[in-house]
């Protein structure tokens, strides 16, 4: 699977974005989507993940300011992100696994990667 993710940008805090991350066909029945964040000098770590029946899982951080979603006849994976924080920057990336995610798994569970999309709060 190919993906390729846009959308960041820089905002203010309490401000607003959406991110988009394209895929190639996905060819299997249960895919694993999901988003990652990773900081200067800091491991990266999962956001948010979404099922193929769109089941959606969120690390605390980012939940109730967070949704990910999808549009499978388009291929896209959204990830709207609201009310931001200047700890919510970060380069921000998508990624697609065969199966369920059962959660939020980890970076190792995931097959296929996009290049990344840098988001910064700053005022």
């Known amino acids: 699977v190919q993906l390729r993710e846009s959308g960041g940008g820089s905002v203010q805090p309490g401000g607003s974005l959406r991110l988009e991350c394209t895929y190639s066909?996905?060819?299997?029945?249960?895919?694993?989507m999901g988003w990652f964040r990773q900081s200067p000098g800091k491991a990266r770590e999962t956001v948010a993940s979404i099922e193929s029946d769109g089941t959606d899982t969120y690390r605390g951080a980012v939940r109730g300011r967070f949704t990910i979603s999808k549009d499978d006849a388009r291929n896209i994976l959204y990830l709207e992100m609201n009310n931001l924080f200047p700890e919510d920057t970060a380069t921000y990336y998508c990624?697609?696994?065969?199966?369920?995610?059962?959660?939020?798994?980890?970076?190792?569970?995931?097959?296929?990667w996009g290049q990344g999309t840098q988001v910064t709060v700053s005022s």
């Open positions: 990624a697609a696994a065969y199966g369920y995610c059962l959660g939020l798994p980890m970076e190792s569970r995931y097959d296929s």
């Open positions: 066909q996905i060819t299997y029945n249960n895919a694993c």
